[in-house]
């Protein structure tokens, strides 16, 4: 399972209502970065037969199978401050992470 905060689900809503699209967003665990993982995010309409779907505060979370087994019982949360404004992964797989947090190993 992976689950939005609310300032997450609201970010995503607000940047679906300005984009003109459903507020579908696919997660995705893609290679690269400092430490060998990326995390991706993305408004998303096209569905894959294995994709498994979560919805949380009202967003459609849509991940493949590869991405869950990197992600399971993730949470993401929206963070704005005067240092940095974005999406924050909070994975309890993730074994080490690059300093901006934005990479991860397994």
Excluded: Q, W
Aim: hydrophobic share 35%.
């Amino acid at each position: 399972m992976i689950s939005l905060s609310e300032s997450a689900s609201e970010r995503i809503k607000r940047m679906a209502k300005k984009d003109n699209c459903a507020a579908s967003i696919r997660i995705m665990v893609v290679g690269g970065g400092c430490s060998g993982l990326t995390y991706d995010m993305d408004f998303e309409s096209d569905r894959v037969d294995d994709d498994m779907f979560y919805e949380s505060h009202g967003v459609e979370l849509i991940i493949d199978p590869i991405s869950l087994s990197y992600l399971n019982n993730t949470h993401i949360d929206h963070i704005e401050t005067f240092a940095y404004s974005g999406f924050h992964f909070e994975n309890p797989n993730a074994k080490k992470s690059c300093g901006c947090g934005s990479s991860f190993t397994i």
